[in-house]
């Protein structure tokens, strides 16, 4: 019979960040709420294994308030199995949380090892270090149950868990729940081997843009239907903006100010780029545009936009090394060309005593 299930990973309850200023404890306790998205989502459509793939916590042990909170939301669907495998951030020790008494729908993953359910069979890998190498992947049985393997790990290589698609196709499980990558996957597939990353739960920062939740859906040894569930409250977006395309900097906040209104409730970063006729102030930009969102980051990358036909007649070095680069482009086509413009706009930058870009907090 089809075992329902809901994967989850990277939590990492307990974390905390000052990069959103008087709304970071705001945005932590949000994190920690994830859980309860999550268990929610659980009793909703009534899973029989709630899976959750490492960095359940940001540390090996996290405060006695985040633990009970943990527990408390566990023990709130008691009809879910509830399996846990240790990850890098929360790794075990002899005083992690995961050494105490859980509710009897908790399986914490002490060890590699393998839990029978009628219907199928739950492996588990857990870190006991920071760092993990090196490792050996079970191979699954095959005779009708269905094997699920949890383990929070990097198919991109690295210390931390390295997998690779071959080595997750040998095990011959139907489904691998995999937790490290803070972004959903995709459904994909290793041969016949179903794997995926869940991502975070609640985005972490604005390297995690875009939508967040859990995979949910059924497993059987005949194979896995699964699919992405958004959870998260909030999201981090990032709007590039082309500001040489405005006159003058009220157009500019006219047209940033209809781009963000959709995302009020969201964490945005604002980046302007472009050659300008006017030098962007960005700490009047934030003035006037960071409350129509929750938190607003803007960064310059903008550039002043220079009379270069002029620039090349004048007799200095900044004129002759201007006459040498445009003559170059006027020779190159596609990414060359792209590459000289590249190069001309860093040499006048370094000519002006200031960095092509400016990337301000």
């Known amino acids: ?23 970071s404890a705001r945005r932590s306790a949000e994190v920690q709420n994830g859980l309860l998205s999550v268990t929610r989502h659980c009793r909703e459509i009534g899973a029989d294994v709630l899976l959750v793939a490492g960095d359940l916590f940001d540390i090996p042990c996290p405060g006695e308030s985040e633990t009970a909170f943990v527990k408390d939301c566990f ?33 914490i993953f002490n060890k590699a090892e393998c839990i029978e359910l009628p219907d199928a069979r739950i492996y588990g890998i857990p870190f006991c270090e920071p760092y993990e190498a090196a490792f050996s992947l079970p191979r699954a049985e095959r ?51 179903c794997y995926a990353y869940s991502g975070s739960v609640e985005p972490l920062g604005f390297d995690e843009i875009g939508e967040h939740g859990v995979i949910s859906g059924t497993v059987s040894a005949a194979g896995a239907d699964l699919g992405f569930t958004k959870l998260c409250g909030r999201m981090y977006r990032e709007i590039a903006v082309n500001a040489g395309d405005f006159a003058v900097e009220s157009e500019l906040l006219r047209h940033l100010s209809e781009l963000i209104a959709p995302y009020k409730n969201d ?21 006037a545009l960071e409350n129509e969102v929750f938190f607003l980051r803007i960064k310059n990358r903008t550039y002043p936009k220079e009379n270069l036909e002029l620039l090349r007649k004048e007799q200095t070095l900044k004129g002759f090394f201007t006459d040498k680069m445009l003559n170059k482009i006027e020779s190159l086509s596609g990414d060359r060309r792209e590459a000289a413009v590249a190069a001309l706009r860093i040499g006048l930058a370094a000519f002006a005593g200031r960095g092509l870009t400016v990337d301000e907090d």
Request: negative net charge; contains cysteine; aromatic residues 8%.
């Open 1 to 23: 019979m089809p075992l329902k299930i809901v994967h989850c990973a990277d939590l990492h309850i307990g974390v905390r960040s000052s990069l959103l200023g008087a709304n």
């Open 143 to 193: 005779d009708g149950k269905a094997n699920i393997l949890l383990v929070h790990g990097d198919i991109f290589g690295g210390p931390y868990n390295p997998l690779t698609a071959a080595a997750l196709e040998n095990t011959g499980m139907d489904y691998v729940a995999l937790g490290h990558v803070h972004a959903y996957s995709g459904i994909l597939y290793a041969g016949r081997v």
């Open 75 to 107: 023990a709130s669907i008691p009809e879910t199995q509830v399996f846990i495998a240790a990850g890098n951030h929360d790794y075990l020790t002899p005083s992690s949380p995961y050494t105490e008494q859980w509710s009897d729908n908790v399986h």
């Open 267 to 287: 964490m945005v970063k604002i980046i302007l780029n472009g050659e300008c006729t006017f030098s962007p102030d960005r700490e009047r930009m934030l003035a």
